[in-house]
Structure formats: structure tokens, C-alpha cells
């Protein structure tokens, strides 16, 4: 199997419809002989993320958890912050929500790039 290298602009597209993109590409289901269970996807290459479109108030209303398991011990961060510092966080974690939760993601994520 040859994996091709795909190369996406983010420039004035909408945070979730290049997430989606980037997902399909990764897991391979636009390629024919697409099956669950095997790894057959390709590589991408995101250019311009600080210039993917966010719409509405989701820079100060959408908020990412993360937790220790400590009790009290919730943190969560506005997604405006985690954009200012660091843009490609904010694709690789819509990305990493969209591809299925198994032994497989971890293979699929590390072929996302984003420059």
C-alpha cells in the first residue's frame, strides 16, 4: 500500500469542515477497498491554520477539560487561549475527536502535519 501526501490550505475555511477533511484523508475512506479495521490512510499537511475562520463565540465560550485525577482538580482552558499559543493544537484535537477511538488513532494522528 503507498500512502500519498495530501496537502490542505487552511486559509479562510471553517475549523470543522477542514477537520472533517483532514479525518477522511487520515483514516482513508475515500480510497476503494476502505475497511474499518485496517490502517490505509495518508499523510496531511495543513498550511495557514492561524488563518482558519472560527465562527461565532467560540473563542471565549468553547472550553477544553483536561483533569489529573485528583479530586477538585478539573482544569479548563477558553479555546481562544489554546488558538493564541498554539493553532495547530486546537485542528489536532477536532481531528482527534473525529477518528475512532481505538488502537488505531494513535497511528492516524501522528501522520497529521500542520506547518
Not at 476502505?34 to 468553547?62: A, C, H, S, W
Amino acid at each position: 500500500m503507498e500512502r500519498k501526501t495530501h496537502t490542505i490550505d487552511a486559509a479562510n475555511k471553517s475549523l470543522g469542515r477542514l477537520a472533517v477533511e483532514v479525518a477522511i484523508l487520515l483514516r482513508g475512506k475515500e480510497k476503494p477497498d476502505f475497511v474499518p479495521y485496517k490502517d490505509m490512510g495518508d499523510f496531511v499537511t495543513v498550511k495557514n491554520m492561524e488563518k482558519v475562520r472560527i465562527t461565532g463565540k467560540k473563542l471565549e465560550q468553547k472550553m477544553y477539560y483536561r483533569h489529573s485525577g485528583y479530586i477538585g482538580s478539573l482544569k479548563k482552558t477558553p479555546m481562544g487561549i489554546i488558538f493564541a499559543k498554539n493553532p495547530r493544537e486546537v485542528l489536532r484535537r477536532a481531528v482527534l475527536g473525529m477518528l475512532p477511538k481505538n488502537k488505531l488513532r494513535a497511528k492516524q494522528i501522528k501522520r497529521l502535519k500542520v506547518v
